[in-house]
């Protein structure tokens, strides 16, 4: 048993291992976690609450407040940010009931000691459309909440190397931290979102970015522009395009909305 009773394992993993320069030993065994393994998809849901569903998007998500972001707060109060005229403080997001859900996916994030085991499991299970998930968006609402918060999905995501992972931010300071004492999974593509429309991107290691620009702009900005609206014949929704979840589109403009 583990730190915060989480099961783990010695597992023996180079017993062959040469000295190094300095004459030590590498090492030869690491504590591995063993993951919960739920009775049902219902079973591990409790600990998650649900998965979202974007309109645009083929695949699920995971919402939280916009209310509760931490850079988008301090934007909200600036005219020309992106988070001034937040898509994800009106609409369907201020229902009463999707207002408790996404508190409720807050609080099991920040206190339930299996809500990682729990998004595994499913995430490793959940099909969309008949097929296996291979690619999933957090935070259609929200934004992280803390250096615990990343590391989580950070394991989620090593945890389903078959999924691309697209994970929006504008809490790049809290990210630049992070990666000093952490590698990004290859399959999790933390993209920056840029705080100003038609702005600067902001750069961190690794990472790649996003605009916000208005309908005149869009054309016009270094990058790749989102074919739903770049694209009068693309449709509505993100169709076949994985752009977003991709290393190697390294930065995205979207029109403002």
């Not at 859900?101 to 729990?118: E, G, K």
């Not at 968006?137 to 250096?147: E, K, N, P, T």
Request: with cysteine.
């Amino acid at each position: 048993m583990g730190e915060n009773g989480i099961m783990t394992e010695l597992i023996q993993i180079n017993p062959y291992g040469k000295r190094d320069i300095k004459g030590k030993l590498p090492k030869i065994f690491e504590m591995k976690k063993i993951y919960h393994q739920f009775k049902s998809m219902k079973d591990a849901q409790l600990h998650i609450r649900s998965l979202s569903n974007p309109s645009k998007m083929n695949t699920y998500g995971y919402s939280i407040s916009a209310h509760e972001c931490n850079v988008g707060g301090k934007l909200s109060k600036i005219e020309g940010s992106v988070c001034f005229l937040c898509y994800a403080k009106k609409g369907r997001y201020v229902f009463e009931t999707v207002q408790k859900c996404m508190a409720m996916r807050l609080d099991l994030i920040t206190n339930d000691p299996l809500w990682v085991d729990a998004m595994v499991f499913i995430l490793n299970r959940k099909r969309y459309k008949g097929k296996k998930l291979d690619i999933f968006r957090w935070h259609d609402s929200g934004d992280l909440q803390s250096l615990e918060h990343l590391s989580k999905i950070a394991e989620i995501a090593e945890q389903t190397p078959q999924i691309k992972h697209w994970l929006p931010t504008k809490e790049s300071p809290l990210v630049r931290e992070w990666i000093k004492t952490h590698d990004i999974p290859e399959n999790l593509n933390i993209r920056i979102s840029a705080s100003m429309i038609n702005g600067d991107v902001t750069t961190v290691d690794g990472c790649t970015t996003s605009i916000v620009v208005t309908k005149d702009m869009m054309g016009t900005m270094e990058g790749t522009d989102c074919p739903v609206y770049a694209d009068p014949n693309h449709g509505k929704g993100c169709g076949d395009c994985k752009a977003c979840y991709l290393k190697t589109v390294t930065n995205i403009n979207y029109q403002e909305h």
